[in-house]
């Protein structure tokens, strides 16, 4: 189970991580968003510009043939909406944009053979228009994008102007259409009436006859009203079925059999209905033939049963349509089919009518019947004038009706709000590019930091070590930050690694600073790491190049010699020795010519120089030999030693990498004890494993692992607080182990 203690240590090592990192999450981040401010500055700006438009019912000559008005729905509105945002609008409102507008728009860099500039435009266009309809309602919003804001208020207005017009052209096709229908019947009716007033003169001046009792002009009346309601359903029966056969045309050029006529239908429901729908009409009809009046509660209750059974009619023969493959169900094609089903139902409804009629004027026929025969054929002809007149009557005023309608200039939409200049673009959103640039470069980061952390295999904790090798940490050194200036006993070193090194001398520049410190501490840790025997020779040696060991042991020198006691720093780095350059001293005579010569002591004391530092003295290299390893494993390194010992209090030798030379190896079986340097975040795990065992397998001397160039913002600086008492000079620490370092 996981303890609270546990928790604690996992939110420390995740800050810790992040403190670590701090420098990569700030570049990503700093990236992010500078990518996101470069897109703000470069972007090109959008503006919205929005028109609302609203579709409202209109009297239309087509109700004179079509008293089925289709109701405003949600599948009306859909197709409204794919009208508007269709191809073959946009290429409308290209065509009726000023050409200042259609400048506005860029075109690509390269233009192809055949480029059509309009096409494109029509493209874009099509591209930005988003439409949208408020729930519940025949009213529309139309949202345009464009470049500019005068182009976007432009294009948004002329697309409900475009939409106003077509709809307009629709009306009046339709119109016209109708009317083309009512001249062809009047014509045809004006013969008839033309010819029953000849026939009406030419009877009575034959027979002598120019009336007829009151029984004869009674049944007279109602077959005359009969024969005129007969006349009136069949003209519409006639005009309904041409334009459905004209409807049917256009299907047919559109989609070879898309539709399925209604009186092919197989479904018993649609086949109930028809039936209902006819039996309906029936009573409705012979209700109004006994001067029953519209306004009856009876005739009311009919009709509102009839309009729902159209309504649920249509509704399930568009069920069954759609179930034949309609590949594009909001378009042209379905408004022709909606319309032909329809038109199908009314040719049903006429022909119920039609027929309750016929069996109508039938029954007034036999009563006709008993008359004499000259009143009864008078009554005949005077009966088809009557229904020829009032027939030819309706069809002069439908006409008319047409014609005003085709002269109209109205339409079924309705702007309610016109399309204004935006005065700010809608993209790009500065402001939120920046917040998603920012939340994205934080996660972009912290990812990055993690993966990395999850595939770096370096040391750089002291849990590392400690968890990683049975060898304990004698000491951390904090990263050493470049000092600005060079003190003056040491010249700018022309090495750049040697410079380096002396513009990290902190033991010299700020005794005082928690670096100090750290070697300091390091230095009491050795001191307690051999509690049994004295530690005089310290070998000093790092698993590969650039760790840091020359560093320290030179700083380590100086707070030695500053501690009082008689230091020596010998070079024993025969690969690529630094400490000559650091001190300002000849590389020869050395160590190798001391081996090389097998000198005596004398000129041993007389090769080792002083350096600026009181009780510190250095034993340079000397000439760097072809095999270091042979000079090293020499007896005479070993007499040198035991000799040296005698005059100093401690030793420091600076050796090359243990995992790329045996040098210190060799070295480690002869000194009292080694120290290795880990870099932090720098030496692999796999690394610091192999110096361990190299170290080890001559002499276990190993001392302790120094964790180098620790981060100091994790805390570090924390645990060295001090201050100069000015009563007596003394530094006093505040640190767990301030105990230690009472050998100063």
């Known amino acids: 189970m996981e303890t609270r203690q546990d928790i604690q240590f996992d939110f420390t090592k995740t800050v810790q991580i992040i403190l670590r990192r701090k420098w990569l999450i700030l570049a990503t981040l700093l990236g992010a968003l500078s990518i996101v401010i470069f897109y703000n500055q470069l972007a090109t700006p959008i503006y919205k510009a929005n028109t609302t438009i609203v579709f409202e019912e209109l009297n239309t000559p087509t109700a004179s043939i079509n008293s089925f008005k289709i109701a405003f729905n949600k599948s009306f509105i859909t197709k409204q909406i794919e009208e508007i945002k269709s191809r073959s609008l946009s290429e409308e409102v290209v065509g009726a944009l000023p050409e200042e507008v259609k400048d506005m728009f860029p075109l690509p860099k390269k233009i192809e053979p055949g480029f059509n500039r309009d096409w494109f435009i029509a493209n874009r266009i099509r591209q930005s228009i988003s439409v949208s309809s408020i729930s519940e309602s025949e009213v529309i919003t139309i949202e345009v994008e464009s470049y500019t804001p005068l182009a976007a208020r432009v294009i948004a207005n002329t697309i409900t102007e475009v939409l106003k017009k077509r709809k307009m052209v629709i009306k009046k096709e339709e119109s016209s259409k109708v009317r083309e229908i009512i001249e062809e019947q009047l014509i045809a009716f004006k013969q008839q009436l033309d010819s029953a007033e000849t026939a009406i003169k030419n009877y009575k001046e034959l027979s002598k006859v120019t009336v007829i009792d009151r029984e004869a002009e009674e049944i007279f009346k109602r077959i005359t009203e009969a024969e005129v309601a007969y006349n009136h359903t069949k003209a519409n029966l006639d005009a309904v079925e041409k334009r459905f056969s004209l409807i049917q045309g256009k299907l047919v050029r559109e989609r070879q059999e898309l539709v399925p006529s209604i009186t092919k239908i197989t479904s018993p429901w649609a086949q109930k209905l028809k039936a209902q729908l006819v039996d309906l009409e029936i009573q409705y009809t012979t209700l109004k033939l006994q001067d029953y009046l519209e306004n009856h509660p009876k005739m009311q209750q009919l009709k509102r049963q009839i309009d729902e059974t159209k309504n649920t009619l249509k509704t399930e023969t568009m069920k069954i349509a759609?179930?034949?493959?309609?590949?594009?169900?909001?378009?042209?094609?379905?408004?022709?089919?909606?319309?032909?089903?329809?038109?199908?139902?009314?040719?049903?409804?006429?022909?119920?009518?039609?027929?309750?009629?016929?069996?109508?004027?039938?029954?007034?026929?036999?009563?006709?019947?008993?008359?004499?025969?000259?009143?009864?054929?008078?009554?005949?002809?005077?009966?088809?004038?009557?229904?020829?007149?009032?027939?030819?009557?309706?069809?002069?005023?439908?006409?008319?009706?047409?014609?005003?309608?085709?002269?109209?200039?109205?339409?079924?939409?309705?702007?309610?709000?016109?399309?204004?200049?935006?005065?700010?673009?809608?993209?790009?959103?500065?402001?939120?590019?920046?917040?998603?640039?920012?939340?994205?470069?934080?996660?972009?980061?912290?990812?990055?930091?993690?993966?990395?952390?999850?595939?770096?295999?370096?040391?750089?904790?002291?849990?590392?070590?400690?968890?990683?090798?049975?060898?304990?940490?004698?000491?951390?050194?904090?990263?050493?930050?470049?000092?600005?200036?060079?003190?003056?006993?040491?010249?700018?070193?022309?090495?750049?690694?040697?410079?380096?090194?002396?513009?990290?001398?902190?033991?010299?520049?700020?005794?005082?600073?928690?670096?100090?410190?750290?070697?300091?501490?390091?230095?009491?840790?050795?001191?307690?790491?051999?509690?049994?025997?004295?530690?005089?020779?310290?070998?000093?040696?790092?698993?590969?190049?650039?760790?840091?060991?020359?560093?320290?042991?030179?700083?380590?020198?100086?707070?030695?010699?500053?501690?009082?006691?008689?230091?020596?720093?010998?070079?024993?780095?025969?690969?690529?020795?630094?400490?000559?350059?650091?001190?300002?001293?000849?590389?020869?005579?050395?160590?190798?010519?001391?081996?090389?010569?097998?000198?005596?002591?004398?000129?041993?004391?007389?090769?080792?120089?002083?350096?600026?530092?009181?009780?510190?003295?250095?034993?340079?290299?000397?000439?760097?030999?072809?095999?270091?390893?042979?000079?090293?494993?020499?007896?005479?390194?070993?007499?040198?030693?035991?000799?040296?010992?005698?005059?100093?209090?401690?030793?420091?030798?600076?050796?090359?990498?243990?995992?790329?030379?045996?040098?210190?190896?060799?070295?480690?079986?002869?000194?009292?004890?080694?120290?290795?340097?880990?870099?932090?975040?720098?030496?692999?795990?796999?690394?610091?494993?192999?110096?361990?065992?190299?170290?080890?397998?001559?002499?276990?001397?190993?001392?302790?692992?120094?964790?180098?160039?620790?981060?100091?913002?994790?805390?570090?600086?924390?645990?060295?607080?001090?201050?100069?008492?000015?009563?007596?000079?003394?530094?006093?620490?505040?640190?767990?182990?301030?105990?230690?370092?009472?050998?100063?």
């Open 322 to 744: 759609a179930g034949e493959s309609i590949i594009d169900p909001i378009s042209q094609i379905e408004k022709l089919m909606e319309e032909s089903i329809t038109l199908e139902i009314e040719i049903q409804t006429y022909q119920a009518q039609e027929k309750t009629l016929r069996n109508v004027i039938a029954n007034y026929k036999q009563n006709l019947s008993t008359l004499p025969v000259k009143e009864l054929h008078l009554a005949q002809l005077l009966r088809d004038k009557a229904v020829n007149e009032n027939i030819y009557t309706m069809l002069l005023q439908k006409r008319e009706e047409t014609k005003i309608a085709e002269a109209e200039k109205v339409g079924n939409i309705r702007i309610i709000d016109p399309a204004n200049a935006p005065t700010s673009p809608i993209k790009p959103s500065k402001a939120l590019n920046l917040a998603i640039g920012l939340i994205f470069g934080l996660a972009m980061s912290i990812t990055l930091v993690f993966l990395l952390e999850l595939t770096d295999k370096s040391i750089k904790t002291i849990e590392d070590v400690e968890q990683l090798a049975d060898v304990s940490v004698v000491g951390i050194i904090p990263r050493i930050n470049r000092q600005n200036l060079l003190p003056t006993h040491f010249a700018a070193a022309k090495d750049k690694r040697a410079t380096e090194i002396a513009c990290k001398m902190i033991a010299d520049y700020n005794p005082r600073s928690p670096e100090s410190e750290a070697f300091r501490n390091l230095k009491g840790n050795l001191h307690l790491a051999k509690m049994n025997s004295r530690v005089t020779t310290l070998l000093i040696t790092s698993a590969n190049p650039g760790e840091g060991k020359s560093l320290i042991v030179s700083n380590l020198g100086i707070i030695t010699a500053q501690m009082g006691l008689r230091t020596l720093l010998i070079d024993a780095d025969l690969k690529k020795p630094v400490l000559h350059k650091v001190f300002q001293k000849k590389i020869r005579p050395g160590l190798v010519d001391i081996v090389l010569t097998n000198a005596f002591m004398a000129v041993v004391y007389n090769v080792i120089a002083a350096t600026p530092f009181k009780n510190l003295d250095i034993l340079t290299s000397g000439t760097i030999p072809l095999a270091s390893s042979e000079v090293i494993a020499s007896g005479i390194i070993q007499e040198i030693l035991a000799e040296l010992k005698q005059q100093y209090d401690i030793i420091l030798i600076d050796t090359p990498p243990i995992n790329l030379a045996a040098d210190a190896g060799i070295l480690n079986s002869i000194v009292d004890g080694s120290i290795l340097i880990v870099r932090s975040g720098r030496t692999s795990t796999k690394d610091m494993k192999t110096a361990i065992k190299l170290l080890k397998k001559a002499q276990d001397n190993l001392l302790g692992i120094v964790l180098n160039g620790k981060d100091s913002s994790n805390g570090y600086s924390k645990n060295y607080c001090y201050y100069l008492d000015n009563s007596n000079g003394l530094r006093v620490r505040e640190n767990k182990r301030a105990q230690i370092l009472t050998l100063a």
